[in-house]
């Protein structure tokens, strides 16, 4: 078929307006369609190279495979086809009848031999480098002529620019997302900042700390944020930021928000570039609450210990010096001055596990992710506390469920949680009473709990059970020794699983401890 001027010339000027036109996939199939309905072809494919020339960036094709066949499809194609050959060549082609070529690939023999008689592949040239092949179709053989095949050459040529032009906002739009998803996934509130300290950019937690959408943040100054949103936070951190501007001291500073209680180390680094409107700077704020409060922790728990511990030593010294004053006068020592140097160790020794156990907090060392059987988990634990259940001749009742799921978590962190949820159940439950575990797993949670009949805890001091130090006060207690720190660390461990704690108490009848756990396959 013939091809009129004014066809090629209409067809020359369409692909010419695409230069306006950043979508990549909208410029290949507009060059597809253009071409092929010019030239009367039945369909076309356009394979296209990254622009390093190392990968295939897009395969356009008029059938629609799912993701598997197309990377066979393209792969055969362009190793043993005929886009492979103008690639390998770099120039044109033009298949007569595809039953005598042999760069002609058959992918279905049948359907092929019957849609396919003739074909014509050009390269695309970008810059002098090869960027791609668009391949046209035809049922009839013999149908391309060399009349066509300079025609989508000539296309070809005018269709770089575009090409060119899209394969960049391509690239663009690729490392925006991929700047994007980074900035998404960091845990960090991150802030980008023009020089007049106008936001630029705000990633999700950002833009929670702010309490504001993106649109609502965007190109304004974060003086005039805090005031229009009556941010005090932001409007504290806007002073802080234009003090260390004005200082030059930008590396590092600390804010904190007095409505959350939460502080934050505040790092800056300069945006320098070559166009001032493109300077600025990255400010990244970190959540250091948490930290603070360990650090406040230990320091306590050293305080603690060291006062707790003078007492005791105090004591042993006193009872050692009776003991060698006896012995220096042949009198065997007091097996009542003996038992009572036991419990003063005892005593001791308990305080110094539960500051190594803050040590271990401390530390945030990472979480073993490993595959835990409950039923081994609960039964090594309870056969830790046994030796303080007959002690005090308390009853224990195990009712697990018969089908509990294993899930994924820290073995031994796990069994200490469950150690001082069962410690602290016989150590308030008077002697001769009783303590009942229960476990479970239910809609994809595992559940654990402890429950005794003890003295249980008065309703005005339940709010405060899980905060570091706490000890209920009672009455009843009072000659329970303890730091008030298991609970705490419990709460810890459960909620690095991604768990919560829980409990329910009345004083005077008892309490029930327990927490849940995701099972995670």
């Known amino acids: 078929m013939d091809v009129s001027d004014r066809s090629q010339v209409e067809m020359l000027v369409q692909i010419a307006r695409l230069l306006a036109t950043l979508d990549l996939d909208e410029v290949l199939w507009q060059t597809i369609d253009l071409t092929t309905k010019t030239v009367g072809a039945a369909r076309g494919t356009f394979f296209l190279w990254d622009e390093q020339g190392e990968g295939l960036q897009r395969f356009i094709s008029a059938q629609h495979y799912d993701p598997e066949t197309q990377e066979v499809v393209s792969r055969r194609v362009l190793e043993h086809g005929l886009a492979g050959w103008v690639m390998l060549h770099q120039q ?55 009349a066509h095949l300079r025609l989508v050459e000539a296309a070809a040529h005018q269709a770089a620019a575009s090409l060119r032009n899209a394969q960049l906002f391509d690239r663009v739009q690729g490392q925006q997302r991929q700047l994007q998803a980074v900035l998404d996934s960091v845990s960090e509130s991150l802030l980008v900042l023009d020089t007049l300290l106008c936001v630029r950019l705000a990633n999700p937690a950002a833009l929670s700390l702010i309490g504001a959408e993106l649109p609502d943040v965007l190109g304004f100054n974060l003086e005039s944020l805090a005031e229009r949103l009556a941010n005090p936070f932001l409007a504290q951190l806007a002073q802080k930021l234009q003090t260390a501007l004005a200082t030059d001291a930008l590396s590092r500073f600390e804010v904190g928000d007095g409505r959350t209680k939460r502080d934050f180390v505040v790092n800056v680094a300069r945006i320098n570039a070559k166009r001032a409107a493109e300077s600025g700077y990255v400010v990244a704020l970190s959540d250091v609450t948490s930290l603070k409060d360990l650090s406040r922790l ?20 006193n009872y050692l010096d009776v003991i060698r004053s006896d012995a220096e006068n042949g009198v065997l020592p007091d097996p009542l001055f003996l038992e009572n140097m036991y419990k003063v160790l005892a005593r001791m020794e308990a305080l110094v596990v539960n500051f190594l156990d803050i040590q271990r907090v401390e530390a945030a060392q990472p979480l073993k992710r490993e595959t835990v059987d409950p039923y081994a988990l609960i039964d090594a634990a309870l056969e830790d506390v046994q030796p303080a259940l007959r002690a005090r001749q308390q009853r224990l009742i195990y009712n697990p469920s018969p089908d509990l799921r294993p899930f994924k978590g820290d073995f031994e962190r796990l069994r200490e949680a469950i150690n001082n949820l069962l410690d602290n159940a016989s150590k308030y439950t008077p002697e001769g009473g009783s303590i009942t575990v229960s476990a479970s797993s239910e809609e994809e949670r595992f559940t654990f709990s402890v429950k005794d009949d003890g003295y249980g805890i008065p309703a005005d001091q339940q709010a405060a059970i899980f905060q570091p130090y706490f000890r209920a006060k009672l009455s009843a207690t009072q000659h329970i020794e303890g730091s008030g720190v298991g609970l705490s660390l419990v709460k810890e461990v459960i909620e690095r699983h991604g768990g919560q704690v829980w409990f329910t108490s009345k004083e005077g009848t008892g309490s029930t401890f327990g927490f849940w756990l995701p099972i995670l396959n």
């Open 92 to 146: 044109s082609a033009l298949i007569e009848d595809t039953l005598s070529d042999p760069r002609w690939v058959v992918l279905d023999v049948e359907r092929e031999r019957e849609q396919v008689r003739s074909a014509l592949c050009v390269p695309f040239f970008v810059e002098g480098a090869l960027r791609g092949v668009m391949t046209l179709e035809h049922p009839q053989p013999r149908y391309f002529t060399q």
């Open 298 to 317: 230990k320091t306590h728990m050293l305080q603690m210990a060291s006062h707790d511990l003078k007492n005791p030593i105090g004591v042993l010294r």
